[in-house]
């Protein structure tokens, strides 16, 4: 939990804000790249939608002393293209999160000793760098004509660690194990 | 779709960030009623969250054609208290939207002539009726001891209307039929 209504709780409830629009964006793009037959696009889409509900959820949690309704501002993505374009608007909003948004809000609950804050912002953060390569990687196989070679998934439901084709034995980012990840196959 | 990046265009993202933020809180407060025994309040609270992804996604429908990283300004609630004290605080939050934010967006987009957004605006303004009204079912059934009564409760996929028990055979908010109501059991 957070000490009281600091910037670092401001900090949270804008990470929320972003995060809860992600997973619905990416809810979202997953649907029209289904609809355009890209399958297993689709299903990474969901996946990493799961891990950022997974985020929003962690967040929500280290907040849940600070009661009442606030403004919350937040960045998000809007927009809906072809699956190669909307593929991108998502790894550049996983770059922003890992370059701008975790890395300052990291800085700011280190200067204000919040513990909690710091372990949540950051498992986000190691998480979304994946994200941006996994949303790379997809980008090229649609490029080239072909779905996401991928079919299967895994996240962690601890932190979000999003992993294609096989859970790894420990998660590399909040160390729990192989039991606590779940698969998205299309 | 919206005619340009006008206010219509900032509401419709004001309105998709305050969506996506309840259907993240919705699903939070649904595992903590769960955990207290409550399983038919976490099945009304996993229901809400689906209507209000449908919400979400119905404004982020509307606003496809608006390209681009924007800061998102939105009401959310906070906090995690008991079920009681949750279920109070979802009905508040339905009522800010049914009173004063759905009332102003539908205001804006008459205004400015967007039919598309004054659709998805006013689809939802009519379910936060029900949902506070639910809430407050709900609250009274635990205060008095109780889990809540209704252990299955029904969503109109096209505008999330939402209905305890059993599925209307026309929504009475968007007119979809029967067939369009996805049903939650706890
Ligand atoms: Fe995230
Ligand atoms: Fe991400
Ligand atoms: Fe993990
Ligand atoms: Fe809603
Ligand atoms: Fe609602
Ligand atoms: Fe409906």
Not at 75 to 90: D, I, R, Y
Not at 160 to 185: I, L, M, R, S, W
Request: aromatic share 10%; glycine share 6%.
């Amino acid at each position: 939990m957070v000490k009281d209504d600091n910037m670092t709780a401001a900090n949270l409830r804008s990470a929320f804000g972003g995060e809860s629009q992600a997973y619905m964006r990416y809810s979202y793009w997953g649907k029209v790249a289904e609809k355009d037959g890209f399958k297993n696009v689709g299903n990474l889409f969901e996946a990493v939608a799961y891990a950022e509900k997974v985020h929003a959820q962690n967040h929500f949690k280290v907040h849940e002393n600070i009661h009442g309704d606030q403004l919350v501002p937040s960045m998000a993505g809007f927009g809906v293209g072809s699956t190669s374009e909307n593929l991108e608007a998502a790894r550049e909003g996983e770059l922003f999160e890992v370059d701008q948004m975790y890395a300052s809000y990291i800085a700011v609950a280190e200067l204000q000793e919040e513990k909690d804050a710091k372990r949540t912002f950051h498992w986000a953060r190691e998480v979304e760098k994946v994200h941006a390569e996994l949303f790379e990687a997809a980008k090229k196989d649609v490029d080239s004509g072909k779905d996401y070679t991928p079919s299967s998934v895994y996240v962690c439901e601890v932190c979000g660690h999003t992993h294609p084709n096989d859970a790894p034995d420990k998660c590399p980012v909040c160390g729990a194990p192989k039991q606590k990840y779940t698969e998205f196959a299309s």
